[in-house]
């Protein structure tokens, strides 16, 4: 059985910063997004990641992209160092991953801390052993499966995702967020939860680029409860579908209903964690 989320439910997964805290016990992430060919990536999930409430963002990646991420957020480090959890693959072609970039993505991946694997690095699942969370569109997901010998369709996909969601977490062994209209989120232990989108307007190129932002520093924000309980990771993934949707929603009600951009809905997500606070 599928559960709604609701803001009840996310309202358990946003975290405040208390007195005793720093910038790293609150948490650090660390990003391996974005490509020549795809910059925005990286600039709109660090954008969301930094408006989620986060101790740090440390980028990794070429210095063109670096420099777009910084002249948007010079909060931003661009060293590597400890860090609570990765988002990889975001803007990331994954046929045109240089020896780089894959130095890169195995340095995140051996670290021990939970992943959340988007886009350009969805066909790495399964080469490490850290709390994982994938977060793939139907098409995404379709060829993933395929790859992995369990040939489907973006149609058939679109057809049964939340069935497909869950034969990718039972056989790969990590936590699915399925995106589309109703995002589906469940893992290998049976969680199953649906995020139904307040809005439309979502379907926006780099929406997803921001959906990974706000994951990522959920997920490294609780990394001593994920240390605990990697079942978490499914409750954040659901409670970060959660606020992207009501991002959106709240930055198009501003505009009376009107149509918002990827950036938009990152700059709204402050508001959203504010009034889940508040609750
Ligand atoms: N400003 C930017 O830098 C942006 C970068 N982006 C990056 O661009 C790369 C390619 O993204 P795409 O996924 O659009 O790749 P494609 O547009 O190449 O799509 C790949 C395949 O999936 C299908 N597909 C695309 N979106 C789908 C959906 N929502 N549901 C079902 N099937 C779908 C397509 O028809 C295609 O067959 C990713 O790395 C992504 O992160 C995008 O997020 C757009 C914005
Ligand atoms: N019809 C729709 N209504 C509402 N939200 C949608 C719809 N289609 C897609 N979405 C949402 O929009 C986002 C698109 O992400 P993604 O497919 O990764 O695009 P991109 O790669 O351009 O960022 C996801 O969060 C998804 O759940």
Redesign the pocket.
Same mark, same amino acid.
């Given at each position: 059985m599928w559960q709604e989320w609701t803001a009840d439910d996310a309202a358990g997964w946003v975290a405040a910063p208390a007195s005793g805290d720093d910038k790293y016990s609150r948490g650090v992430l660390g990003v391996v997004t974005g490509s020549q060919e795809f910059p925005g990536?990286a600039v709109l999930g660090v954008e969301a990641a930094h408006r989620t409430g986060i101790g740090m963002v440390r980028y990794i990646g070429p210095r063109s992209v670096r420099q777009a991420v910084l002249a948007r957020r010079p909060e931003t480090v661009g060293v590597a160092g400890r860090v609570q959890a990765w988002l990889v693959g $975001?803007g990331i072609d994954q046929s045109r991953r240089s020896f780089v970039l894959l130095g890169d993505l195995g340095h995140a991946l051996a670290a021990q801390v939970p992943v959340v694997l988007? #886009?350009g690095a969805l066909d790495l699942v399964g080469t490490h052993t850290a709390p994982t969370v994938i &977060?793939p569109?139907a098409g995404e997901l379709a060829a993933l499966l395929t790859a992995r010998e369990m040939p489907t369709t973006v149609d058939e996909v679109r057809a049964a995702p939340g069935e497909w969601a869950e034969r990718a977490a039972a056989e790969l062994g990590v936590a699915v967020l399925l995106? =589309?209209?109703v995002?589906y989120v469940c893992d290998p232990d049976g969680d199953r939860y649906t995020v139904t989108?307040p &809005?439309?307007?979502?379907? &926006? #190129?780099? $929406?997803?680029?921001?959906?990974g932002g706000i994951l990522g520093a959920l997920v490294a924000t609780h990394h001593v409860q994920l240390a605990a309980d990697a079942e978490a990771l499914t409750a954040l993934a659901a409670t970060a $579908?959660w606020v992207? =949707?009501e991002a959106a929603r709240r930055a198009s009600a501003e505009v009376g209903g009107g149509p918002v951009t990827?950036l938009d809905i990152a700059v709204a997500v402050p508001a959203v964690i504010g009034a889940l606070l508040a609750r």
């Open positions: 990536a $975001s988007d #886009a &977060t569109h995106k =589309g209209a995002t989108a &809005t439309h307007w979502l379907a &926006t #190129a780099g $929406s997803g680029d921001v959906l $579908s992207h =949707g990827a």
